[in-house]
């Protein structure tokens, strides 16, 4: 048995990276979509925010939030198609792996400036919008490099890929 077909499989650390996989959308999930729910189901708060001549209006939040839950319905999206090219072995898995990891990282610190426009709570300053940013890097800083240098993530993740490369 040679070295890459024993290195071969969804075995070892890249577990753990299944289980980042399958929990990353349901935190989002977990996290976001409470907060649009009371925002939408409590009776006059969008209305008071969104509508021009009211004393809570707030131009531009409208434009924010629908783009901030457009981002996040994406990003759970990319989860889901990263766990389909996971479980497939796709050579696509590992550089897509690291795309979306890397548009996390930018939207978390982006999100909070643009929404410190509308609520100072919002901002970068926030302790759980540290927590959530150092979270990803850290988890970037750990699940980046091990795309990049692992024998196992090379061994596994060919189907697709032409015997050209």
Do not use: H
């Amino acid at each position: 048995m040679d070295e890459e077909s024993r290195l071969s499989g969804l075995k070892g650390w890249l577990l753990l990276v299944m289980v980042v996989l399958f929990i990353s959308p349901l935190r989002i999930m977990y996290e976001v979509f409470p907060a649009y729910y009371s925002f939408f189901m409590t009776e006059g708060v969008f209305e008071y925010v969104t509508t021009p001549g009211t004393e809570g209006y707030l131009p531009y939040f409208l434009t924010f939030l629908v783009s901030e839950m457009l981002f996040n319905t994406l990003l759970i999206l990319a989860y889901v198609y990263l766990l389909y090219l996971f479980f497939t072995k796709s050579y696509l898995f590992p550089q897509l792996f690291i795309v979306v990891f890397f548009v996390s990282l930018v939207f978390i610190p982006l999100d909070a400036w643009l929404g410190s426009f509308f609520d100072s709570s919002m901002s970068i300053d926030n302790p759980e919008v540290k927590k959530e940013m150092m979270g990803s890097l850290i988890s970037a800083c750990i699940w980046v490099p091990y795309m990049v240098v692992s024998k196992r993530v090379r061994a596994t993740f060919g189907v697709g890929r032409s015997n050209k490369e």
